[in-house]
């Protein structure tokens, strides 16, 4: 067998693997065995299939990794060696183009192989790469967190549980995105956005200092109590949407022949995809050690948590920058009227004697102390700055390359930012295509393109929603009138359906002329739809020359314009001529 | 008032290679620097340490952004290093920044957002001409949507192209940044563009000044009211945010007016820049009812010569048919006959009474028939004009979602369909020639004709 052939085996598996559009556990074992019989071709097969995962739909990226996992798992050597070289590459850029259910998948496949080993009962693969895969997760990823640690009956402090700051983050991070997900739920839920505000700070303190691993424990515990009430509260939540949603809607989950365990399919609605991330699954995703059956209200909780921390560390905290100093001098300085009418839990703690935090719910970024009144506004102070710092880039930490936009670290965000990075690319590649022949110019400022359409009238102005366009499949293509706009008597001007005519010009005796390409006689017609004398299917070029072309000469001529209506870019061309 | 793009593009490119020193400008921790390029000048900036942004709307780093006809400023809030490369007519860094302001106002704003119970707040920025209203409006704008919110910006100032063209009054949904290079940005009207598109409601009032025709002013700004609440009722996005309300120079002689804007758009805050008078005059007059601030004036605020305007103007009517340098977009016309076209302007002698016309103030406005029943009983809005060429030619007209058949009250509350410009007209052979945005018929809709006009 030279070369060539084992190169055709590559292409062969490369075709067969376009069947796995859908989780087939009867393709993948097929594919595992003609892998196994073709070793000698094996970096032609792994370049297959880390071309298909890298070109299959989102939709069936999945599938392809559940083959590389077969592969590598059932045969081992070499396979596992060489999908290890690009293992880091291979599985990060498809998960950020992933949606949410499927990253969790891709995550528990990954779980799987910090355990599996190989026959000669080393490692999986090599470790760099999934040690980089891992960091990646923790960075990227909340509901991912180092190491599953193994789960606890009580967190006793005499335990040696590995303690280091990233878990805390990644506990900050998870309640952070309860949070967020109750208030999504109820957006009036003041309550969750102060311990938003809360947490993001705390987070900030443990980042930028180091603590001594008792103070840590002491945190830990306050987070964990947090992360269990929001836990609980969501849980209810959920049901009270459960009981609201069709009962078909709800245990829609299908089972997958899988290597893995058994994943279930997310749902359609967002937000309950979120809530059956952390309820439907039984499982407790974060792999939290179960606190006591205390349900401690929300509130004692952070108030608690923040008084330990006052006591702790936060004195010591120095960096200028960063707000929280600041913030909590503020928050101890304020003793405003707040809003709050519930009943505030206050709490035995021994520590805190004249705390003022003592009646007021714990916020945060005490936004309250911005009063909307002249001196306020005018006053120049250290406090606001900060505030803002802290929502705009500490909040936002993730910066789009390419337009400045910014993104939070939840996972909702970063779902919008993967979104939003997509977006870019497909409207890129778009305007890229439209005026690719624009000469030496960076992509498109040579070529126009036309698809211009009318604004909304008021009734469909009231019905649009920006965000719903945005996040359809293909916002970019939005041309508006078409499938938003109902209204009657509207053109719909999609590019398709353009029609190329150009009206005769009143000064034309004959009503006929030449086509300014292949010279030959173009006449004029009465379209009825129009009302008026054209030649059809001819274009201007869109000069003011007077000249005609027959729209397929024009085309043929200038093979970038497509069907799509002429650009300004040509008009230049043909008048230099 | 920032917008870009010379008629192109490749000559102008040669000049900037040649001059290919950049310079690079350190700008400190919570200063500006400000830039004016002319018309005819082309300036790329680059971002190259730090963050900046321009108008609120923070700037990618590394990536040129180019300036024509553009006076603004760069804001920093931590330090940043800019480099650019060009012409400029000025520039120079200044730490007299009204932002600090503008960020405590920002917060005030969001603290109303997030208390619970309170409603969204829908501001008014009140002020005298060139004191920096359309740049706070396109900060505390950009400044929600960074906070993932989606404020509604309503221009009410006719001279200022927001998401349109000049003689509009627009209400525009802010779902995503502002295109700094352009000013405010693409809409839906054009084709695939770099940034998402907005999608506004237009209505034409057609002139520069507001008082050359208040009544239809009038009628067009509790219009778009209606339509910009209506909306926000539906939207929960917005309805978080609330609205952000620019507005033409008015002063105490336009109280009327002021308190028309405040009940048509429910207005709960209203902030005045840099006009100690009309603050305390409002204070009497608002008493409690709605928040009353007041800002200084902008330091850096440059006057926007009559010149420079009507340059702004002429480009933004070229871009809405032509696009821009990034993404052009070809027009179409079309010869009609005269019986194609029905064209009505404002009525004549409506001239700035502001006595006269008074709809229903304390009721709780904007209900339809408060609007309607005052229409039969006042004089007319609108008038037919004449098909000819003094009338017509190198006008820019507004063409209405009304039907030229519709009657003259329907076509006197419709809003923008779209717009053309009559680029020729044949009194002989009773021939209009017309500039289309989109391809195909001329639109069977009812027009306005303003005082603009256009030539290529
Ligand atoms: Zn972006
Ligand atoms: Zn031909």
Redesign the interface.
Do not use: C, W
């Given at each position: 067998m030279d070369e060539k052939d084992l190169q055709n085996i590559g292409e062969d598996f490369y075709t067969n693997m376009e069947d796995l559009t859908f989780n087939s556990r009867p393709i993948i074992t097929n594919l595992t065995i003609i892998a196994e019989e073709n070793t000698q071709a094996a970096p032609y097969i792994v370049k297959a299939v880390e071309k298909r995962i890298d070109k299959a739909l989102h939709t069936q990226k999945l599938f392809a990794f559940y083959l590389l996992d077969s592969i590598c798992k059932n045969i081992g050597s070499p396979y596992t060696l060489l999908f290890g070289d690009n293992l880091f590459k291979t599985f990060t850029s498809a998960y950020v183009s992933l949606d949410d259910p499927t990253r969790k998948k891709m995550i528990d496949l990954f779980k799987t192989w910090l355990t599996a080993k190989n026959s000669s009962g080393l490692p999986l693969f090599p470790q760099e790469p999934v040690k980089k895969i891992e960091e990646f997760l923790i960075r990227v990823s909340s509901i991912y967190q180092k190491r599953v640690t193994p789960p606890r009956q009580s967190p006793t402090p005499t335990s040696t549980p590995p303690m280091n700051t990233q878990e805390l983050i990644n506990l900050i991070n998870s309640i952070t995105l309860l949070s967020r997900e109750k208030l999504r739920v109820f957006p009036s839920d003041t309550e969750s956005l102060k311990k938003l505000d809360v947490l993001s700070k705390v987070k900030q303190v443990i980042e930028s200092q180091g603590m001594d691993y008792t103070e840590l424990l002491k945190v830990k515990t306050m987070l964990q109590d947090m992360y269990k009430s929001e836990e609980e509260a969501l849980k209810k939540l959920l049901a009270v949407q459960q009981q609201q949603q069709s009962p078909a809607m709800n245990n829609m989950s299908v089972p997958i022949p899988m290597p893995m365990e058994q994943v279930s399919v997310a749902p359609e609605h967002p937000l309950k995809r979120q809530f059956q991330q952390f309820v439907n699954t039984g499982s407790n995703p974060l792999g939290l050690a179960p606190i006591g059956n205390l349900l401690v209200p929300p509130k004692s909780n952070y108030e608690q948590l923040f008084q330990k921390l006052i006591k702790v560390k936060l004195i010591k905290y120095k960096r200028q920058r960063l707000p929280t100093k600041q913030f909590l001098k503020s928050l101890l300085s304020t003793p405003r009227t707040t809003t709050n009418t519930t009943t505030n839990t206050t709490t035995n703690t021994t520590t805190s004697t004249t705390s003022p935090l003592k009646n007021r719910p714990l916020i945060t970024i005490d936004l309250s102390q911005f009063d909307i009144n002249s001196s306020t506004l005018l006053k120049n102070t250290t406090t606001s700055y900060d505030t803002f710092h802290q929502l705009m880039f500490v909040d936002k930490p993730n910066k789009c390359a390419q337009c400045g936009k910014r993104f939070g670290k939840t996972d909702r965000e970063m779902k919008l930012r993967a979104d939003h990075l997509d977006w870019h690319f497909r409207v890129n590649s778009k305007l890229n295509q439209l005026g690719n022949s624009g000469a030496g110019s960076a992509g498109n400022s040579g070529l126009a393109m036309s698809c211009k359409a009318w604004y909304l009238d008021d009734v469909a102005f009231f019905k649009f929603r920006d965000l719903e366009v945005f996040y359809s499949d293909d916002g970019s293509n939005i041309t508006t009138n078409g499938d938003l706009h109902d209204n009657k008597g509207t053109n719909t001007t999609s590019v398709s359906n353009v029609k190329h005519y150009v009206p005769v010009p009143e000064s034309s005796l004959d009503m006929q002329t030449q086509c300014g390409i292949c010279r030959e006689t173009i006449k004029g017609q009465y379209d009825d739809d129009l009302g008026e004398w054209v030649y059809k299917d001819a274009t201007t070029g869109n000069s003011n020359s007077g000249k005609v072309f027959h729209w397929s000469c024009f085309s043929e001529a200038n093979p970038q314009v497509n069907n799509r209506s002429v650009s300004a870019g040509i008009k230049r061309k043909f008048e230099y001529e | 008032m920032l917008v870009s793009f010379p008629e192109?593009?490749?000559l102008t490119?040669h000049i900037i290679k040649l001059k290919t020193d950049a310079t690079i400008v350190e700008i400190e921790a919570?200063s500006e620097w400000r830039f004016e390029v002319a018309f005819e000048q082309k300036l790329l900036i680059k971002v190259v340490e730090g963050?900046a942004e321009i108008f609120g709307?923070?700037?990618?780093?590394?990536?040129e952004y180019k300036f024509t006809g553009a006076k603004a400023s760069i804001y920093t809030?931590?330090g940043c290093k800019l480099q650019y490369q060009g012409e400029v007519s000025s520039e120079y860094i200044s730490e007299e920044t009204e932002m600090?302001?503008y960020?405590?106002?920002?917060?005030?704003?969001?603290?109303?957002r997030?208390?619970?119970?309170s409603k969204a707040?829908n501001v008014l920025i009140l002020g005298a001409k060139d004191s920096g209203k359309t740049t706070l409006a396109k900060i505390l704008s950009s400044?929600a949507l960074?906070?993932d919110r989606?404020p509604m910006l309503v221009n009410l100032d006719p001279s200022n192209s927001v998401f349109s063209i000049p003689g509009s009054l627009t209400a525009t949904?802010i779902?995503?940044?502002f295109d700094v290079e352009e000013g405010w940005g693409n809409?839906?009207?054009?084709?695939?563009?770099?940034?998402?598109p907005?999608?506004?409601?237009?209505r034409y009032y057609g002139y520069d000044d507001i008082n050359t025709n208040l009544k239809f002013y009038k009628e067009n700004i509790s219009r778009l009211g209606l339509?910009a609440l209506?909306?926000l009722q539906?939207?929960?996005?917005i309805k978080?945010t609330g609205m952000i309300v620019d507005t033409p120079p008015l002063g105490l002689k336009n109280i009327d007016l002021i308190q028309d804007i405040v009940s048509d758009f429910e207005i709960s805050?209203i902030v005045v820049v840099g006009n100690e008078r009309l603050f305390i005059d409002l204070r009497k007059k608002f008493n409690g009812r709605l928040?009353l601030?007041?800002?200084?004036k902008s330091a850096g605020v440059v006057e926007i010569d009559d010149a420079f305007k009507r340059k702004l103007q002429q480009r933004a009517i070229r871009e809405y048919f032509?696009?821009t340098?990034?993404?052009?977009?070809?027009?179409?016309?079309?010869?009609?006959d005269y019986k194609y076209i029905k064209a009505y302007k404002p009525a004549s002698g409506n001239t700035s009474v502001d006595a006269g016309f008074n709809p229903s103030i304390d009721q709780l406005g904007y209900d339809l028939s408060a609007v309607t029943g005052d229409a039969k009983s006042k004089s007319k809005l609108i008038e037919s004009v004449e098909n000819n060429s003094a009338n017509l030619l190198y006008a820019v007209v507004a063409i209405l979602?009304a039907?030229k058949k519709d009657d003259e009250d329907v076509v006197a509350r419709s809003?923008?369909?779209?717009f053309a410009v009559i680029s020729g007209a044949?009194d002989d052979?009773h021939?209009v020639r017309i500039l289309l945005?989109?391809?195909?018929?001329v639109?069977?809709?009812a027009m306005i004709v303003g005082e603009f006009r256009y030539t290529e």
């Open positions: - | 192109d593009s490749i490119k919570k963050n709307t923070e700037l990618a780093n590394d990536i809030h931590e600090g302001h960020i405590n106002l920002h917060l005030a704003l969001e603290n109303i997030n208390t619970a119970g707040p400044y960074r906070m989606q949904p779902s995503d940044i809409t839906y009207t054009s084709g695939p563009t770099l940034l998402h907005k999608q506004p409601n237009v339509t209506s909306r539906v939207d929960l996005d978080r805050v928040s601030v007041k800002i200084p032509h696009g340098a990034s993404t052009p977009l070809s027009p179409y016309t079309a010869n009609v979602h039907d809003s923008v369909f779209g044949d052979k021939f945005p989109v391809p195909g018929r639109p069977d809709k």
